[in-house]
């Protein structure tokens, strides 16, 4: 429990753990006077000193069930509140890590993030929420045995006994159940990875079933039948933990009841007290074996979750804001000098290079390549969404490197293959309703999408229509180069060559610089440079071959 510690602790600070360790035992030790109150009355009643009511007794009992109302109301509200604040404190902390990591590092934490993000943090809030009554019910277990002691020594003694017993059998059923509910987290990363796999490739699986029947039952089906079986194997050991303390303090009440109450000469009323006590005993035991379970996921939730903010500080991500965004008017060229990048550190079978390219302001290029030749690698590359394993990059007359590739970031508006279309005009200071109506107009969705603020009226649209609207909303960010990835792949065949023949130059003659993977041949005459991605390389490619007019659709 020290790791869940070390996340609440930063939340509320030393000062919000005593408060609301005062508040517990306080709430713990009201339970156990009205539990006291309530011997002495049985006590009295049973000693025939009863014969009215009392007005003492009515202000006693009044007061302390006023005291345990106020005193429970103000620690749960606190605890409510602390649960919220640890719920969305842990998201942003995470998420703000997150953004300061670069593409390739976010890339091999998808599923941990999203496991930790939705499974993980909830636990903990849960578990933060049992606290209360955990705590309450530790501080009346530890009452009611210190009272037990004022009635009979011996019995204490007996009892203590019975709870050593108790403690050992959960103590050693403890590691295993742990184990258990350890390797089902784990399970829970695998189950979502392929639960992804299935919504993200769902196009994929509804042309091709035996897919999404193999996902199901070569995969799905065996993690969630182990998940099953360490879940319930871990649940069934705490029930058992639970139903043995159970079984124990049942024979040590029967024992006192037929046995030792007349063996040690207790008197009788002392007797009704030690069982009511006990009585109240095995409650506060139930309870805190009823929320170990919880609390046990909450200690494997926090592992998993102080392992992954350990794993992303030490990452040391570095991805600062940009000091400075390149304008249009400033943007002058890119040479890129042996560019090389690969996967990996030491094999370079999967990777590009040595590659020389140069961009000046204004040109349309165009890239092509067959699928694997490493188009969307370069890409990725010139962007800087993975860093080159060698050669260099100017941007005008500055050399890009670790310090400034924040700011070099800025020049190039994207949008790729796989694009995500979000729902509202983002990254847009100065947002220009005459510009946003004049690309409306000409990606013919005047018709389709409105704003709203800056909100898009829908993003419910076929996929070429998505892309014109994405790529409107690159083009307002009016940064110096645009950069596409098979955007027209989706366009009809009329859009298309309006895309070419016409946007194109539209653009071109509002100074922007574009850069595009495409394969529609046909139309490579509208590019002012043309290149193959070929193994890894990039070719330059005669014009004169592909400078033929397009046929009227």
């Known amino acids: ?42 006590d009295l009643v049973v000693s025939g000193n009863v014969t009215s009511v009392s007005k003492e007794n009515v202000i006693i009992f009044s007061s302390i069930i006023l005291v345990f109302i106020w005193i429970r109301r103000i620690l749960s509200l606190s605890i409510i509140k602390l649960s919220q604040t640890l719920f969305w404190r842990l998201r942003m902390q995470i998420l703000s890590q997150l953004l300061k990591a670069n593409y390739q590092q976010l890339s091999s934490r998808r599923v941990r993030v999203r496991s930790t993000m939705l499974s993980d943090v909830y636990v903990l809030t849960e578990a933060s929420l049992n606290i209360i009554q955990f705590f309450t019910a530790s501080i009346l277990t530890a009452s009611c045995l210190i009272y037990l002691s004022s009635i009979s020594l011996v019995l204490f003694l007996i009892t203590l006994c019975v709870a050593i017993v108790g403690v050992t059998v959960y103590h050693f059923g403890t590691v295993k159940n742990f184990r258990n509910f350890r390797k089902a987290r784990e ?11 299935i919504l993200d490739g769902f196009k994929e699986i509804y042309l091709e079933p035996k897919k999404g029947n193999f996902l199901f039952d070569k995969k799905i089906i065996p993690i969630s039948h182990d998940a099953y079986n360490n879940s319930t194997a871990a649940f069934t050991g705490f029930l058992n933990n639970q139903i043995t303390g159970q079984i124990l303090f049942y024979i040590l009440i029967s024992s006192v009841l037929l046995y030792f109450g007349f063996a040690l000469k207790i008197r009788p009323s002392d007797i009704v007290s030690f069982v009511f006590t006990l009585l109240y005993l095995v409650g506060s035991i139930e309870t805190i074996m009823i929320l170990l379970p919880g609390l046990m996921r909450a200690r494997v939730a926090s592992d998993h979750l102080m392992d992954l903010k350990g794993e992303l500080e030490e990452a040391n991500f570095h991805n600062p804001v940009p000091g400075r965004y390149i304008l249009k008017n400033e943007f002058s060229q890119i040479e890129i000098r042996g560019l090389e990048f690969y996967y990996g550190d030491h094999d370079k079978t999967f990777g590009i290079g040595p590659i020389n390219f140069d961009v000046r302001k204004g040109e349309v290029v165009f890239i092509y390549g067959g699928n694997g030749s490493g188009k969307t690698t370069l890409i990725y590359s010139i962007l800087g969404l993975c860093f080159p394993s060698g050669g260099m990059i100017r941007l005008n007359d500055t050399s890009i490197n670790e310090t400034n590739y924040a700011d070099y970031r800025t020049a190039f508006s994207v949008v790729f293959n796989d694009f995500y279309l979000f729902n509202e005009l983002i990254g847009v200071d100065d947002f220009d309703i005459d510009k946003w109506e004049y690309y409306i107009r000409l990606f013919e969705l005047e018709n389709k999408v409105t704003l709203e603020g800056r909100c898009f009226s829908t993003t419910d649209l076929s996929t070429g229509q998505r892309k014109r609207l994405a790529l409107i909303a690159a083009l307002m960010e009016e940064k110096p180069i645009l950069v596409i990835d098979e955007w027209a792949a989706d366009q009809d065949p009329y859009f298309r060559k309006k895309f070419y023949t016409q946007i194109i130059p539209l653009l071109k003659q509002d100074n922007f610089t574009i850069i595009a993977i495409t394969h529609d041949d046909k139309y490579y005459y509208c590019a002012d440079r043309l290149y193959k991605m070929d193994y890894g390389k990039l070719h330059p490619q005669s014009m004169d071959v592909h400078e033929r007019p397009v046929k009227a659709l």
């Open 187 to 197: 399970l829970e990363n695998k189950f979502q990875e392929k639960f992804y796999s």
């Open 1 to 42: 429990m020290k790791r869940l510690l070390k996340i609440i602790l930063p939340l509320i600070g030393k000062g919000g753990i005593l408060k609301y360790s005062f508040l517990g035992i306080l709430s713990g030790l009201c339970n156990f006077l009205f539990i006291r109150a309530v011997t002495r009355m049985i």
